[in-house]
């Protein structure tokens, strides 16, 4: 019965461990490129959303949106929208004390209560839902350049 115990005490320190996200460091990020990925095909609830969002997927292919890690927390973000308006802004990015990457605001976007994490070599967003952090799939960040 002790060793039983023992077992079930480790399943439930491992399992939770093995879902868990990566911290993010500053040397992680400094002069890297990451590209944004977007999945929306998951995330409808009915038959009717799925294919809706199935087709504004397809557009999302069409634009392009890269971000660049500077140093001292300088951001740049690109977005080329249907290979016609490419469009740069600047921002700024930090790391917070729990190891989670933090966006700045630009003119496109606000990063509200989204903390991004290292999901093996994806940056996946967090946001706070009822005093927990809830994963975000629909957008990932992509490594694509140190």
């Given at each position: 019965?002790?060793?039983?115990?023992?077992?079930?005490?480790?399943?439930?320190?491992?399992?939770?461990?093995?879902?868990?996200?990566?911290r993010?460091?500053?040397?992680?990020?400094?002069?890297?490129?990451?590209k944004?990925?977007?999945?929306?095909?998951?995330?409808g609830?009915?038959?009717?959303?799925?294919?809706?969002?199935?087709?504004?997927?397809?557009l999302?292919?069409e634009?392009?949106?890269?971000?660049?890690?500077?140093k001292?927390?300088?951001?740049?973000?690109?977005?080329?929208?249907?290979?016609?308006?490419?469009?740069?802004?600047?921002?700024?990015?930090?790391?917070?004390?729990?190891?989670?990457?933090?966006?700045?605001?630009?003119?496109?976007?606000?990063?509200?209560?989204?903390?991004?994490?290292?999901?093996?070599?994806?940056?996946?967003?967090?946001?706070?839902?009822?005093?927990?952090?809830?994963?975000?799939?629909?957008?990932?960040?992509?490594?694509?350049?140190?």
């Amino acid at each position: 019965m002790k060793s039983l115990s023992a077992i079930a005490l480790a399943i439930l320190l491992i399992v939770p461990a093995s879902n868990a996200q990566d911290r993010v460091r500053e040397r992680d990020l400094e002069g890297t490129v990451w590209k944004m990925e977007f999945n929306l095909k998951e995330e409808g609830d009915g038959a009717f959303e799925r294919i809706i969002l199935n087709a504004v997927d397809g557009l999302m292919d069409e634009i392009d949106i890269q971000l660049e890690f500077g140093k001292r927390g300088h951001l740049s973000v690109w977005v080329d929208a249907f290979s016609r308006d490419e469009d740069e802004e600047e921002g700024d990015w930090r790391i917070n004390r729990d190891g989670q990457l933090v966006l700045g605001d630009t003119d496109s976007f606000s990063s509200d209560d989204t903390v991004w994490m290292l999901d093996g070599d994806l940056l996946v967003p967090f946001e706070w839902e009822k005093g927990r952090l809830e994963r975000g799939d629909a957008i990932s960040l992509r490594r694509i350049r140190k």
